[in-house]
């Protein structure tokens, strides 16, 4: 399933992949005269995609899975989540925990992961060590973390990430990752705008996730968030909009006229009882809609094909339309559409000449996928994360016939099980 040209199944084909990008996308027989490849690999019974994007997510907060769930988003924020961070927040809980959110995503088909948490060279460090792609996004607040002191601290350490460590790099790029309108005010924004544009990197924002939010932005400003972001100059094409589940007819036309992207997380919003946000409506005006998972400790998964199933079925179900985001669409969500909001659509997201080799392979011959109609629904509507077999990232095989070939699975789960304890006993 390349994705591109859209809706297309190709059987009996093959990938030739050199230097660790895409070569030819050919007729098996064909590929077997024209190539002559050192490492031949047949998958029968199998689907090639290209590597799942997710869109949103917060890597380290694994080591939070099943902390504090069964909550509204308020009280699991200032109960669950941020006494718990404010403790624990450091290097070591950073890298432990993106190497578990790595290893998982990897086993589950993901390729590329757009991050926002604290440590974010950490991040990119352990992204780099176990080669996977990611954007890493700089958190910014107007309050001091263990990370930066204030703003100014942010913004410069954001930007020795942009200058001096990852430009160019060809698995790491860079955003900067406000939590959210509440979390800065008009002088911080207008810095932090000022600083992307010169830099020319996204913006990631949680953006009209709650009714909270909008109440609480109307409130202290007059504006709701969206308006607000617009009058600060930050609604453009580089903006990422994580969630925008509450919004109105004409805040999704302004999101559209400004070619800002969408991060769609369902499951994160089922669960934290906010709403769902109106993808066909988004589809519908233009706006470009990637799928993410958000953090472990609201979702509880790192599982962008489970994700994709939900949107679509929630898209059917929001606008009482079977047909309103079909298997092929909302599979695109997952792979070229999230690389383009990402603005990584030029190197990956489809299987196409010259593009990186990031794939993934999923195994249909189980119980719950056959028999096999159309590949792509089957792949859609009746597949498990653990139905994949095989991961490439950039033509390195990091999961072969369903095992990591690079990460030591035990030790990731003697420092989760670590971890665990020790924030057991905080909590008691």
């Not at 509440?182 to 924004?189: I, P, T």
């Not at 600083?195 to 009714?211: C, F, K």
């Not at 009882?273 to 769902?276: D, E």
């Given at each position: 399933?390349?994705?591109?040209p859209?809706?297309?199944?190709?059987?009996?084909?093959?990938?030739?992949?050199?230097?660790?990008?895409?070569?030819?996308?050919?007729?098996l027989?064909?590929?077997?005269?024209?190539?002559?490849?050192?490492?031949?690999?047949e998958?029968?019974?199998?689907v090639?995609?290209?590597?799942?994007?997710n869109?949103?997510?917060?890597?380290?907060?694994t080591?939070?899975?099943?902390?504090?769930?069964?909550?509204?988003?308020?009280?699991?924020?200032?109960?669950?989540?941020?006494?718990?961070?404010?403790?624990?927040?450091?290097?070591?809980?950073v890298?432990?925990?993106?190497?578990?959110?790595?290893a998982?995503?990897?086993?589950?088909?993901?390729?590329?992961?757009?991050?926002?948490?604290?440590?974010?060279?950490?991040?990119?460090?352990?992204?780099v060590?176990?080669?996977?792609?990611?954007?890493?996004?700089?958190?910014?607040?107007?309050?001091?973390?263990?990370?930066?002191?204030?703003?100014?601290?942010?913004?410069?350490?954001g930007s020795?990430?942009?200058?001096?460590?990852?430009?160019?790099?060809?698995?790491i790029?860079?955003?900067?990752?406000?939590?959210?309108t509440?979390?800065?005010?008009?002088?911080?924004?207008?810095?932090?705008?000022?600083?992307?544009?010169?830099?020319?990197?996204?913006?990631?924002?949680?953006?009209?996730?709650?009714?909270?939010?909008?109440v609480?932005?109307?409130e202290?400003?007059?504006m709701?968030p969206?308006?607000r972001?617009?009058?600060?100059?930050?609604?453009?094409?580089?903006?990422?909009?994580?969630h925008?589940?509450?919004?109105?007819?004409?805040?999704?036309g302004?999101?559209?006229?400004?070619?800002?992207?969408?991060?769609?997380?369902?499951?994160?919003?089922l669960?934290l009882?906010?709403?769902?946000a109106?993808?066909?409506?988004?589809?519908?005006?233009?706006?470009?809609?990637?799928?993410?998972?958000d953090?472990?400790?609201?979702?509880?998964?790192?599982?962008?094909?489970?994700?994709?199933?939900?949107?679509?079925?929630?898209?059917k179900?929001?606008?009482?339309?079977?047909?309103?985001?079909?298997?092929?669409?909302?599979?695109?969500?997952?792979?070229?559409?999230a690389?383009?909001?990402?603005?990584?659509?030029?190197?990956?997201?489809?299987?196409?000449p010259?593009?990186?080799?990031?794939l993934?392979?999923?195994?249909?011959m189980?119980y719950?996928?056959?028999?096999?109609?159309?590949p792509v629904?089957?792949?859609?509507?009746?597949?498990?994360?653990?139905?994949?077999s095989?991961?490439?990232?950039?033509?390195?095989?990091?999961?072969?016939?369903?095992e990591l070939?690079?990460?030591?699975k035990?030790s990731?789960?003697?420092?989760?099980?670590?971890?665990?304890?020790?924030?057991?006993?905080?909590?008691?």
């Open positions: 399933m390349p994705i591109e859209a809706g297309t199944v190709l059987e009996d084909h093959a990938v030739a992949v050199v230097d660790g990008r895409i070569a030819a996308v050919l007729p027989r064909e590929a077997r005269e024209t190539f002559q490849p050192s490492v031949f690999l998958r029968p019974d199998h090639l995609i290209p590597g799942l994007v869109a949103h997510v917060h890597a380290a907060m080591l939070f899975r099943g902390l504090a769930d069964d909550l509204p988003l308020d009280a699991w924020l200032r109960e669950g989540v941020w006494p718990v961070e404010r403790r624990f927040a450091s290097a070591e809980l890298r432990d925990g993106t190497e578990l959110a790595i998982e995503m990897l086993a589950a088909g993901i390729t590329c992961f757009s991050d926002q948490y604290f440590f974010p060279e950490i991040v990119a460090e352990t992204a060590d176990l080669h996977i792609r990611a954007m890493i996004g700089t958190p910014v607040i107007d309050i001091p973390t263990a990370w930066a002191d204030d703003v100014a601290d942010y913004l410069e350490k020795d990430l942009v200058h001096d460590r990852y430009a160019d790099h060809p698995l790029s860079t955003c900067f990752a406000p939590h959210s509440r979390a800065l005010s008009d002088v911080s924004f207008t810095e932090l705008r000022v600083l992307a544009d010169q830099l020319d990197v996204p913006v990631q924002i949680h953006l009209h996730e709650s009714e909270s939010e909008v609480a932005s109307v202290a400003t007059g709701r969206i308006e972001l617009d009058k600060l100059g930050l609604l453009n094409a580089s903006l990422l909009a994580v925008a589940v509450h919004v109105t007819p004409a805040e999704i302004r999101l559209a006229s400004a070619g800002a992207g969408v991060a769609h997380c369902p499951t994160s919003n669960k009882a906010c709403g769902t109106p993808v066909k409506a988004f589809l519908d005006a233009g706006v470009t809609v990637g799928i993410g998972t953090g472990a400790a609201s979702n509880n998964m790192l599982d962008v094909l489970s994700e994709v199933r939900l949107a679509a079925l929630l898209a179900t929001v606008s009482r339309d079977g047909g309103a985001l079909s298997g092929d669409r909302a599979l695109r969500l997952a792979t070229l559409d690389a383009r909001i990402l603005r990584r659509d030029h190197e990956i997201g489809s299987i196409e010259g593009k990186w080799a990031d993934a392979c999923v195994d249909l189980r719950n996928s056959q028999p096999v109609y159309d629904s089957q792949l859609v509507y009746a597949t498990r994360a653990d139905q994949v095989d991961v490439w990232v950039a033509g390195r095989h990091l999961l072969d016939q369903g070939t690079t990460i030591d035990e990731i789960f003697r420092r989760s099980r670590e971890w665990q304890q020790r924030i057991a006993d905080f909590r008691e």
